[in-house]
Every structure is written in C-alpha cells, then in structure tokens.
C-alpha cells in the first residue's frame, strides 16, 4: 500500500500528501510542475492547503540567485492564503478549515520584541533567507526521496505546504482570496512602511524613489496617511500615469535632471526637502540620494529595497549630525503579522485600502511560469495565481 495520500483524500490528517508543486530545480530556469510529498506537521506546525498566490519580485531574484543564500531544489512563493488542513501538536489556536494568511515575518507573541510595540522583529523566531522550517529541517521531498529546500518559512508554489504557527495570521473568510493573498509581503511591506514605520502625517511632503509595486505600495499608504505631496522618482517616465492612481501627485525623471542631482530637485520641489523619504529599489546610491532629499531637522529616510549583500552605505558625518535627520530599516513594514494584518484587512472591506489596483493579471498554477514572465517583462505589477485553475 502506498504510504503516501492523494488530495482527495477525506483523511489526510497525520499522513503524507502527494501534490503538485512547481520546485525550481536550477539558477535562472523556469519552475517545474511535478507531484512532491508533504509531511504531516509538526509540534507547532500546520498544513495549509493553498488557494491562490501571488508573485513577488523577491522569488525572481532567489530564483536567478547561484551562490548562497540560494538553494535548489527549492519551492519558492511567499504571498498567499489558504486553508488549514491539518494542526501539528500543541496548535491550539488554529483548527481546520481556518482561512490563513502564511507570512514570512514571524510572530511568537512571547518575546521581548513581540510584546514591544517599538518592534516587529521577533526574537523567539528570527528572520533569515534560511532553506529550512525553524527546527532546521524540511517538510518537501520528491518522488525519488530527495529533499526539497524552504523559502522565507512559506513556500507557496505549492498546493500544501507547511508553516509554522508564528508564520500565519487568521483571516476572515468573506476577503476574497485573490486580494487576501497581497497581504502576505509587498503591498504590506509598502503601506506599513509609510503607516507603521515613517508614521507620515496627514499634510506632509514624501519622496518615493522607485515605482515598481513596492513603491507604489508605499504611496498608497501614504495615501491613506493624508500626504498632501507624493513625489515618484523613476527611470521610467512611462511609470507616471499608472502611479497617479496611487497617490503620486508629482514626478521626477531620474534620467532626465541635466546636471541637478535627484536630491536638488526634490528639495526645490518641496521648499527645503521631503518629510519623508522612502527608498524601495535596494541600491545604496538611492538610499544616500533619499537621505540628501529630505528635509533637515526632522527628515526621516526609510530603507525598503534589498541591495547586494555587503553593500555599502556613506554618508558624511558632518551631515548626520547638524542636519538632525534620520535613516532606519523597514521589514515587513514595521507590521506586526498577527495584528496589524487584520487592520489592514478591515481597511480593505471598508473600502479604503485599495488592494485591487494592485492585481494587474490572474493565472493557472499551470502558467506559473507566464507570472514570472510578465513580471520580469515590467507589464505585471502582481499576477495572482489559482491552485485550482
């Protein structure tokens, strides 16, 4: 008898689920759809059975990533909802059928830096570009046996996969699906960056540079803040029009500034700088151009954007301290996953977080690989994929 168990199974509790996945196998090459195994889960873990995903510019990057961190096989995907199919021991506040949002931030609810509200970097549950489950294991093989690495604790380029207890939220059931799944990293990252982070005022001047959906996730919580000037900084000019709808109510071309560097115009544009500088690209001239951009005195720099690892910040010292601004990290937003999700979530049944704008293209588990295209080709700003389509 085979010790595995198909999905249409009624019992699959406490057994191995054999189900699709689309595993990347090498550098750079599209995924592969193939049946693996998932293990049952374990103290601490559920199984969540996935209804639909969203692809995040962050799965491109470890997909074409050769040296370390990246990890192959892998299952990529951290953007998603789903179902709990079934609890692993000691899970108490979760049961069946839950609808869960996975997130890669972790939220143990007992450390110092959980209990905080001045952080939202759990101690208890670190967050690490690991290739494993928080015990240092796996929960995916291939038919053949093989192991099949995690990503960022989710792993949703797959129809089960398991996660953590400190990695999922509790949803209601009425948001749907394919806008629920948004909230699992970017337009958070974005919105809680300009809302828990920044904490823009309502009237205040903010300067985004780079309008890719990050970006434009930020200006839409900033939008929501009350900004009464947002200003998008990109290379392409084309980007403008689709930002309008977001919030974005100037524009600067960083190609076309003559002989003005970014940070001169901005602070021409604003009287003196922005209140606000929200750097999404992850490049370190950005971030020091976000800095020379805002405004003196009480001018705040937010860091979004993944540079290279052992990138480089300079800055001139004298600056740092007779100008009085301020430069932090923004992960996740600053958002803590099990409480400010829901926040947003009721924003967006109240008709004010608009998470709709966002979803630019919806597909088939089986044309994962067309996301990915239409996401690298810039005509995608999140493509949501069905499991069951």
């Not at 192959?72 to 998603?80: D, M, N, Q, S, T």
């Not at 506040?93 to 890669?104: K, L, Y």
């Not at 208890?124 to 192991?147: A, Q, V, Y």
Request: aromatic share 8%; hydrophobic share 40%; net charge neutral.
């Amino acid at each position: 008898m085979d010790k595995t168990t198909k999905i249409s199974s009624k019992s699959t509790s406490g057994k191995p689920i054999r189900c699709r996945a689309a595993v990347a196998r090498k550098a750079g090459e599209p995924l592969v759809i193939e049946e693996v195994i998932v293990a049952p889960p374990q103290t601490g873990e559920v199984r969540v059975k996935i209804i639909c995903t969203s692809l995040c510019y962050s799965d491109v990057t470890f997909l074409n990533l050769k040296d370390p961190p990246a990890s192959f096989p892998r299952i990529l995907g951290h953007e998603a909802v789903g179902v709990i199919e079934s609890v692993g021991e000691g899970v108490s506040e979760f049961v069946e059928g839950d609808m869960v949002i996975p997130i890669f931030m972790s939220e143990c609810g007992e450390c110092t830096d959980c209990k905080s509200k001045k952080s939202n970097l759990c101690s208890k549950f670190p967050f690490k570009i690991s290739p494993w489950l928080h015990d240092g294991t796996s929960r995916f093989t291939d038919l053949k046996g093989e192991t099949i690495y995690h990503f960022l604790f989710v792993s949703s380029f797959t129809e089960y996969t398991v996660v953590h207890i400190a990695n999922v939220t509790k949803v209601d059931s009425a948001i749907p699906p394919n806008r629920a799944c948004l909230l699992s990293c970017g337009v958070s990252t974005g919105v809680g960056a300009a809302w828990k982070s920044a904490n823009v005022e309502a009237g205040s001047t903010v300067a985004i540079f780079g309008l890719g959906s990050i970006g434009l996730a930020v200006a839409e919580g900033a939008r929501l803040c009350g900004a009464a000037k947002i200003i998008g900084v990109d290379i392409n000019p084309e980007k403008f029009e689709t930002a309008k709808a977001f919030g974005v109510t100037d524009f600067v071309d960083s190609r076309s500034t003559g002989n003005k560097r970014v940070s001169q115009i901005i602070n021409d544009m604003t009287d003196g700088g922005a209140d606000y500088c929200f750097e999404c690209v992850g490049r370190a001239f950005l971030v020091e151009e976000a800095f020379a951009s805002s405004r003196k005195g009480w001018g705040k720099t937010i860091v979004i954007g993944v540079d290279q690892p052992g990138s480089q910040l300079k800055f001139n010292s004298f600056d740092v301290l007779h100008f009085g601004k301020t430069i932090s990290g923004s992960l996740f937003g600053g958002l803590k996953p099990k409480t400010d999700i829901q926040t947003l979530i009721k924003r967006y049944m109240d008709k004010e977080l608009e998470l709709d704008k966002f979803v630019t293209h919806e597909v088939g588990f089986a044309d994962i690989n067309k996301a990915f295209d239409l996401l690298i080709g810039g005509k995608s700003l999140r493509c949501v994929i069905w499991m069951d389509k």
